[in-house]
């Protein structure tokens, strides 16, 4: 199971000047394990209330934070929603799933919309770009229309 849970940039200021990945470990100390493993218990806690016996279950548990994303990804801020969007001049910040580089495609969080849910989206009309996946949303409903009856 994934969980994401917002937690605001400002909680990891002290640790702001660190840089950690996996090619360049120089960890940033005990008192972030600390933090990450505090924010792991209030999840779990709060996962526990909608889900009674959660924290019986759980055998493991890892936390990426806002600068691992920041880390991995080089975004501003670790931030999980890709580029800002302009509600009101969406096209200045619209990014095409087509490359100028026939047959070559992108998709993710920067692509049409933005966070966790557009990226999913996004990637669907991706796929709709492809030969192969022209038919994805029609495939969709009609999965959905024969599931509900």
């Not at 702001?16 to 779990?44: Q, W």
């Not at 931030?79 to 096209?91: M, Q, T």
Request: glycine residues 8%; contains cysteine; hydrophobic residues 35%.
């Amino acid at each position: 199971m994934n969980v994401l849970a917002y937690c605001d940039y400002s909680e990891f200021a002290t640790w702001e000047g660190s840089f950690n990945t996996v090619m360049y470990p120089s960890g940033r100390g005990n008192d972030y394990e600390a933090f990450k493993n505090e924010l792991i218990h209030k999840i779990k806690v709060k996962l526990e209330g909608q889900f009674p016996g959660f924290q019986e279950m759980v055998t493991g548990a890892y936390c990426s934070t806002a600068l691992t994303y920041r880390d991995y990804l080089n975004v501003p801020q670790g931030s999980p929603y890709g580029i800002e969007k302009d509600f009101n001049n969406i096209l200045s910040t619209f990014v095409s799933p087509k490359m100028t580089i026939p047959n070559l495609y992108q998709t993710g969080q920067n692509t049409d919309l933005h966070g966790v849910y557009g990226a999913s989206i996004s990637a669907l009309l991706t796929l709709s770009q492809l030969e192969e996946g022209k038919d994805v949303f029609d495939e969709i409903q009609h999965f959905l229309s024969t599931e509900q009856g």
